[in-house]
């Protein structure tokens, strides 16, 4: 028997870590290069930001393409985070609307420091310091839009905190994730801007309700209740009920 409860509880650990492993996209990026410039620009830009975590710095990797670099926000153990916020020490700097977040982006250009400086400050809201709107990310972590933003936090009294680091994986059916300090988090529960779309049978999340007998994603009560259950969790913000689906 006991033999029996040993292999019962080596299968539950294994089981458990290969879940969490599917649960989780590992996102940290290590800048190897990155340097203060003396340009107005910079200083004017950093101080637009009111707050970052105590002891973290700011810097540029000159090496980023789509502009003369990118804002890094070093924190104080050393860990980098790019922001995806093109640096330019001059405002009319060249910038690529489709690698970076340019601070003149109409004219496709860094802009004022001011400028680049308002980028970082919509950089600071999520756990990661990435700018929610950074073209290289869309695809895979779509930013909820403020009407849903503010949606989740009516129907489930969570804060800004929770809504401003949702994003939706739009490359697997709408699974919407949850953007912590170094990894994406599946949370197991689906999206669609449509309450009566079908859920797809081939798919790694749950959807939140049922019409004529078919599962589909539901009202945004019901996927923002279902969402709060899930990033409420301790360990791992995956939704509960889960049930193997990841």
């Given at each position: 028997?006991?033999?029996?409860?040993?292999?019962?509880?080596?299968?539950?650990?294994?089981l458990t870590e290969a879940t969490a492993s599917e649960s989780v996209v590992d996102?940290?990026?290590?800048?190897?290069?990155c340097s203060i410039p003396g340009a107005a620009a910079f200083q004017t830009a950093?101080?637009?930001?009111?707050?970052?975590?105590?002891?973290?710095?700011?810097?540029?990797?000159?090496?980023?393409?789509?502009?003369?670099?990118?804002?890094?926000?070093?924190?104080?153990?050393?860990?980098?985070?790019?922001?995806?916020v093109a640096y330019g020490w001059s405002k009319t700097i060249s910038c690529d609307?489709?690698?970076?977040?340019?601070?003149?982006?109409?004219?496709?250009?860094?802009?004022?420091?001011?400028?680049?400086?308002?980028?970082?400050?919509?950089?600071?809201?999520?756990?990661?310091?990435?700018?929610?709107?950074?073209?290289?990310?869309?695809?895979?972590?779509?930013?909820?839009?403020?009407?849903?933003?503010?949606?989740?936090?009516?129907?489930?009294?969570?804060?800004?905190?929770?809504?401003?680091?949702?994003?939706?994986?739009?490359?697997?059916?709408?699974?919407?994730?949850?953007?912590?300090?170094?990894?994406?988090?599946?949370?197991?529960?689906?999206?669609?801007?449509?309450?009566?779309?079908?859920?797809?049978?081939?798919?790694?999340?749950?959807?939140?309700?049922?019409?004529?007998?078919?599962?589909?994603?539901?009202?945004?009560?019901?996927?923002?209740?279902?969402?709060?259950?899930?990033?409420?969790?301790?360990?791992?913000?995956?939704?509960?009920?889960?049930?193997?689906?990841?």
């Open positions: 028997m006991t033999d029996c409860n040993s292999a019962y509880e080596t299968c539950q650990e294994d996102k940290y990026d290590l800048v190897e290069s950093i101080d637009t930001v009111d707050s970052i975590p105590e002891g973290a710095s700011w810097c540029v990797d000159f090496d980023a393409a789509g502009s003369d670099g990118e804002f890094v926000l070093v924190l104080e153990d050393g860990s980098t985070y790019r922001t995806c609307n489709d690698q970076l977040m340019c601070g003149d982006s109409d004219n496709d250009q860094t802009g004022y420091g001011g400028q680049q400086g308002d980028r970082l400050v919509a950089a600071m809201v999520r756990n990661d310091f990435k700018h929610p709107d950074c073209p290289s990310i869309q695809d895979e972590c779509e930013p909820w839009t403020g009407w849903w933003q503010g949606r989740f936090e009516m129907f489930t009294g969570l804060g800004s905190e929770y809504s401003q680091n949702v994003c939706v994986n739009t490359l697997n059916g709408g699974h919407i994730r949850f953007v912590e300090q170094n990894q994406w988090v599946n949370t197991c529960v689906g999206y669609a801007e449509s309450y009566s779309v079908v859920c797809p049978n081939d798919r790694d999340f749950a959807c939140s309700k049922m019409v004529d007998g078919l599962l589909v994603y539901g009202y945004p009560s019901d996927i923002s209740k279902m969402l709060a259950s899930a990033l409420q969790q301790q360990d791992l913000k995956v939704h509960p009920q889960c049930a193997g689906l990841l």
